[in-house]
């Protein structure tokens, strides 16, 4: 059963506790931001009535097949979840870009400075990659979260990025700002308690087949270990289409918005498979009311080891950020885009190249 103190006084803290561990349950105290809980798992309905009857108890939940930590009801305001400057779910929107993979030093560090002069609030890149095909680039492992820290210091932008198993958890910890759960991992649990442990803000990625209720679930794992900085990302589901890779479900935004307080994203990225129609889905994302977008970005996606063709070219990076600031605000949202570049351009070969400026500059 799931407890909420009506404050977190001490004294009924210890009182209810030890009611909860005679009546032979595991108790864990979560301090969310939305109330004080205690978690006594594998204790259950005839538990129910006496603790509810105790002094500073607001109520006693069964815990069943629905989520209790996550639901929409436990903050109906909609919950903050920081990431670097931006606290995701409030006015300003998140805009996180970067490669599908980190591939070298040059390639993360153009593609940083270039999304972050042109409105991006956190770099991805992906240092272990879930590919489908063992064959494939399978990601350079911490040596690439090294660089993916130091191109996104360089830059001043925290990092987000991929984490495949709980055994990595403490090593990468020092190096990132949120951990991405990726889809084909949404429903691994000792993954999800590892990362909940860790503390660090949490992007948890729907499943390509999940239900919605599925994904809410996936997330009170995360909050059940006492982690609520925990943003949802709706990146496409398995349909009978062929002609994108999956189909992106913006259904998912205003739906999980019912049922959940957690913040949600869009990948349109991994929703299309195809760069033609990446910028279309981010703007209806934002239109549909997310609270933030993820896209792949690639100083030369014809060349990227990895998902080349749902990678956006620095130009279009750059007028995707200037075609969302609009929509943002005509939804009542924010999109900071800096006014000046923070580098001159012959300092970074790579984004001269991909930004066509030519040799001489
Ligand atoms: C990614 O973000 O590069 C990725 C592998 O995403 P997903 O887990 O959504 O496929
Ligand atoms: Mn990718």
């Not at 599925?214 to 943003?231: D, K, M, R, S, T």
């Not at 939804?331 to 930004?355: D, K, N, T, Y």
Request: glycine content about 10%.
């Amino acid at each position: 059963m799931i407890v909420k103190l009506a404050g977190p006084d001490e004294t009924v803290l210890q009182a209810v506790s030890a009611a909860l561990e005679a009546m032979g349950g595991q108790v864990r105290l979560l301090a969310l931001p939305y109330g004080t809980f205690l978690a006594a798992l594998g204790l259950e309905h005839p538990a129910l009535k006496p603790i509810q009857a105790m002094a500073g108890v607001a109520w006693a939940r069964p815990a069943g097949s629905k989520p209790i930590l996550a639901a929409r009801e436990l903050n109906p305001g909609g919950s903050r979840v920081q990431l670097g400057a931006v606290s995701v779910g409030g006015e300003t929107l998140a805009l996180v870009a970067g490669p599908c993979s980190v591939e070298d030093r040059e390639q993360i560090t153009s593609t940083a400075r270039f999304v972050a002069a042109f409105g991006a609030t956190a770099l991805r890149g992906g240092a272990y990659k879930p590919r489908t095909s063992p064959y494939a680039f399978q990601g350079l492992g911490l040596a690439g979260l090294e660089l993916l820290r130091e191109a996104a210091d360089a830059s001043g932008l925290p990092v987000v990025t991929e984490v495949m198993e709980p055994g990595d958890v403490a090593a990468m910890a020092p190096l990132v700002d949120c951990f991405q759960i990726g889809a084909r991992n949404m429903a691994n649990g000792p993954l999800l308690k590892a990362v909940g442990q860790a503390g660090k803000t949490v992007l948890l990625k729907r499943g390509p087949s999940a239900t919605l209720a599925e994904f809410v679930l996936a997330a009170e794992y995360i909050l059940l270990e006492g982690n609520a900085q925990v943003i949802l990302c709706e990146r496409g589901i398995r349909t009978f289409e062929t002609a994108t890779r999956n189909t992106l479900d913006l259904n998912a935004v205003p739906v999980l918005k019912s049922m959940t307080h957690l913040p949600v994203m869009v990948d349109p990225s991994h929703g299309t498979g195809r760069r033609d129609a990446v910028a279309a889905m981010a703007r209806a994302a934002v239109a549909a009311g997310a609270d933030g977008i993820l896209v792949e970005v690639h100083p030369d996606p014809a060349r990227a080891l990895s998902d080349g063709d749902q990678s956006l070219h620095f130009p279009e990076f750059r007028r995707l950020a200037e075609q969302l600031k609009p929509v943002a605000e005509a939804v009542g949202r924010r999109l900071e885009l800096p006014e000046s570049l923070p580098f001159a351009p012959h300092q970074v070969p790579l984004i001269r190249r991909a930004m066509g400026w030519g040799g001489s500059r």
